[in-house]
């Protein structure tokens, strides 16, 4: 079906990087994607919070080229003592457009639940942040064929008590655990039957906004199969961890859903 849903590219950083080599990356992904005129899909950066500053000064110069900066996480209160901890309004005031929440390494690490991941929601919205929702199954789920039930109520949950609109303010990421890091991707029928499952249940959710809800494939995406994960049905673009540490890399995966 020919859609108008918005396209998304976005790079997590994660943890890696120093000042140096963060400036670098980010200089070098902002000429080339301008140069070579890569501009169908939204590319996002999503760096660690302390490149925030210098990466959104060099994203200064874009304008209305479509790269944004994102950051990988924040807060679940809208502020007070919590030693370490970043809070949405921070973000917003360092030019962040995205954040993403509830990636599953924040669920496993940090122990993130559904009930903070609502909360961390609501202090986005309330800073005109736009989320990356992160959404997959683990491969033990995966190899119960339990994976539909497990990612539906991992939306569901979230997403259910939200208003209508405030989803507009969001991009789904389902990203199969066992495909995270691991150089195996999901195969083209399983990221199908996972993103017609999850197409379904928004349109359930909000008839009026499911249908524009971007959602994106993530878990060893790189430019060798990029091609045909965009070219499966329901996936609007990709979010990228380790390819996205390589400018060539990274942006021929932003070329493939160009050519799209
Ligand atoms: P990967 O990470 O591309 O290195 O598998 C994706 C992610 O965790 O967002």
Redesign the pocket.
């Known amino acids: 079906m020919r859609t108008s849903r918005q396209k998304i590219v976005a790079a997590?950083w994660?943890m890696h990087l120093d000042r140096v080599e963060a400036l670098s990356l980010a200089s070098e992904i902002i000429e080339t994607a301008q140069r070579e005129g890569l501009s169908a899909a939204q590319i996002i950066l999503a760096v660690p919070h302390i490149h925030l500053h210098a990466c959104g000064r060099l994203l200064e110069s874009v304008g209305k080229f479509p790269l944004f900066l994102g950051a990988q996480n924040c807060h679940h209160e809208a502020k007070g003592a919590f030693t370490g901890e970043i809070a949405a309004a921070m973000l917003a005031s360092y030019q962040v457009a995205y954040v993403?929440i509830g990636?599953?390494?924040r669920r496993q690490y940090a122990f993130e639940d559904s009930k903070q991941l609502i909360a961390k929601l609501k202090r986005c919205f309330e800073n005109n942040l736009k989320a990356i929702f992160?959404c997959g199954e683990p491969l033990a789920v995966r190899n119960a064929q339990g994976h539909l039930a497990y990612v539906r109520l991992q939306i569901e949950e979230v997403l259910s008590t939200l208003q209508p609109a405030e989803l507009m303010n969001i991009a789904l990421?389902y990203?199969p655990i066992w495909?995270?890091?691991?150089g195996l991707t999901a195969n083209t029928a399983q990221i199908a039957e996972m993103h017609d499952s999850l197409r379904q249940l928004l349109m359930e959710l909000s008839p009026a906004h499911g249908q524009q809800m971007p959602i994106l494939y993530?878990?060893?995406?790189?430019a060798s199969n990029a091609a045909d994960i965009f070219a499966t049905p329901n996936v609007d673009g990709a979010?990228?961890?380790?390819?996205?540490l390589d400018t060539r890399e990274f942006l021929n995966i932003v070329k493939a859903i160009q050519d799209k």
């Open positions: 997590n994660k993403i990636h599953s390494e992160c990421a990203e495909a995270i890091g691991t993530g878990g060893s995406c790189k979010l990228v961890g380790g390819a996205a």
